[in-house]
């Protein structure tokens, strides 16, 4: 009896012994799972870790150049190399590539220090505002029925907020257009949204109408290529008195220094260095002509020639001007060379007495009031409203800042052969443009070159052919207001409010525009920014 218990208890140590074996095996194997998997899980961390890290330094690199984007910056990219940078996360480069049709793509590679690296790209589209026509009010568009009057038609890129009614003859073309806080509507078959084979994209929150034509590449209709809900709410780059100070400042600096053209040329302000001594000044080889300022009155004998203001120098609130300038009929002011070709175009004999004076030199603001051509160079800043009296032609680069309405009597535009062909091209090839800023009204009165009014809007390139009234840069802090019947604005109109109470008026921007703009231009340098397809990896 006792040899069988001993028997069953070396049974039972065999059994023990096996099952604290088959525990032990267990252990084992769960504990060399669970390092497999607590060592897989920590790679996986921290590949997840570093490639977070790579993400953030590819979107921070991504929404830095984003945040300060421009043209000319993404055209520096793309010909002398990426954007490069670092943060905390890593590195980044960012490329850019020009999609066509104010489309661009940036795409952000980061690298974690490890190695790691991630991609995300953003395609958007952007236009800068000097490259659009502008009418930022709350119902921008006013006319009887918050429409263009007759066969007014928008060319190019344009921004307004309210209802946009298309009225019969009517056409918004080339693009992109934006509306927002409004439907647009059509109120005649007989209008052209976009064309056949060039449609245009539309951005608005409200109403769009569908697409519907005759496709015949001639006919009316509806053309949209693309339609986006969504409408970024922009403002009117706002003007401060700040600003109108640093701009008055600027014309009174420039007023001792000649820097109109191309090449440096003599000293052609003042004899001794100062503004003051310019009323004075005889012109070289001269002898029976004293050259003037704009400002007649003798209290303005003093002051810096680019500067039209109170003798003090003190300016003026915003908007309160009391120091008008006309110019155009009011006789001829600066100098400028004798008949020479400069800049590829023939330009008018001095002033009687200026014989010998330097051909092709001229101040940066002078006027001939014989031959109507304006000459102006940087800024000149007028503290009171601004009248340009009659027609004229200006020649270089420069803006007029006015603290006070603005009326244009005459057309305004580039000086031109009378023999070229497309007079827009003698102003672009030698990159002249005129900027006239008010934070107050504007007032267009000349009219008559729009010969689009009844004929097709088909053919767009023909369109960018025609001879304008007003042809620069124009900035309007209160209304734009379009007083004649067939007029054609070339360029840049930037506006709080547009009225239009005439028939045929035809706004076409130049996409040149933008690459020699005049300074003391209020936006200049930023843009519309819309974001499309984002993508990682």
Known sequence: MFTK??????????VALLTVLGVMLVITVLAIGSYALATQALHESVRVENETQAFRAASSGLELVLSTFSESGAQAMMESGPETGSTP???????????????WRLTSVGTQTDGATETVRQQFYFIDLWKMNFSAGSSSLMSGSSALNGTSSIVGPFYMKG???IQANMAVI???????????????????????????????DKAIPENEGNGSGKGTGVYISHRIRSVPDITLPAITQEMLEEWATTAKNESIDNIMGRTAVANLESSDGHATSYVTMQPPSTTTWTRRKAQTAVAAASLPYKFIGDPSGVIQTIGNGATPLTIGGTGSFGAWGSTTTTDGVSLAAGPPGSTGYPAGQRDDF???????ILYIHGTVFVDGPLTIAQNIKYVGNGTIVANGDVTLNGSIVPY?????????????????ALGIVTPGDTNFNAGGNNPMAGTSASDRESLRELAADYAGAFYVGGTAYFNNNNMLIRGTVLSSQMKFDKNNNLLITNPLLPTYLPDSLPGAGTGLLTPGLWSRG
Do not use: M
């Not at 080339?174 to 060039?198: A, C, H, R």
């Not at 070229?420 to 002249?432: C, H, L, S």
């Open 5 to 14: 218990l001993k028997r069953l208890h070396r049974d039972d140590e065999g």
């Open 89 to 103: 996360d890593g590195t980044y480069v960012v490329t850019a590539e020009d999609l066509g049709n104010s489309e």
């Open 163 to 165: 209802d946009l009614n």
């Open 174 to 204: 080339e693009g992109p257009l934006f509306v927002k806080n409004g439907d647009i509507s059509l109120k005649n078959t007989n209008i052209w949204l976009g064309l056949y084979g060039q449609p245009i994209k539309v951005y608005c």
């Open 366 to 372: 002078a006027y001939d009031d014989t031959a109507k």
């Open 416 to 432: 031109y052969t009378d023999a070229i062909a497309n007079k827009n091209i003698q102003g672009e090839n030698n990159r002249w």
